[in-house]
């Protein structure tokens, strides 16, 4: 056998074992994203693979103030005790996202025993099926977090109520994914006093809107 053809032999080997080395590397480095949970989107509950993903917020909640207390806090007025709950959003959470359909399902995380913290912060040591919602001050719709410091107990009666706070979130958050307001001017309006948003909705848009439709049985807030 001739050193031309010996060359051009361990030439071609050189080739083969190179690609499958350049193969293992491609394998190896795929593994390692799946497993480090890279890429930073979920689907949402009931999506395919072919569906829209669904992005998470990430990192601590960023609060409208910091609560002063964390006992015996007032609601005035269907208006949270604000040195209890100043509101709490998820601070690198865009329009874009929030105005993905599935996304206020994907971020919600609020146990019964946070829920239980809520009412224990607010005094309330019983209550009745529908009288009170856990409620988001800023919803999730709107970018709001699962932080204690943006929940409250809120009436349904007298009115307007949660029920009507859950027509206000609807109503800012179509307001944001329509472009006609910021997320963040949505964000601090319903966070200072959400009646003041209510009082800017048309009437007929109010009605049309409604309530979010929900399963829980006091509300999701």
Known sequence: MSNTHQDSQLLSLGRRVFGIFIAILVVIYALTNASS??????LAPGQGSSSTAVSQPSGKPGTFGKPTKSSNC????GVQDKACTPGAIFPDVTADQVCVSGYSTSVR?????????????????????????VDHLISLELG????????????????PGFHQKDTVENYLHSQVCSGKMTLAKAQ??????????LNMMPVARAESLGPEPTECPEGCG
Do not use: C, M, R
């Not at 949970?37 to 979920?42: A, E, P, S």
């Not at 007032?74 to 007025?77: G, I, K, L, S, Y």
């Open 74 to 77: 007032v609601a005035v007025n």
């Open 188 to 197: 601090a309006l319903i966070a200072n006093d959400w009646h003041d948003a």
């Open 37 to 42: 949970g890279k890429g930073g989107t979920v």
């Open 144 to 159: 709001g977090s699962n932080d204690i410091s943006n929940l409250w107990p809120e009436l349904a009666d007298p009115h």
């Open 109 to 133: 995380n609020v146990p019964i025993a946070l829920k239980d913290d809520v009412y224990a912060a607010y005094n309330i040591s019983s209550h009745f099926t529908g009288q009170y919602e």
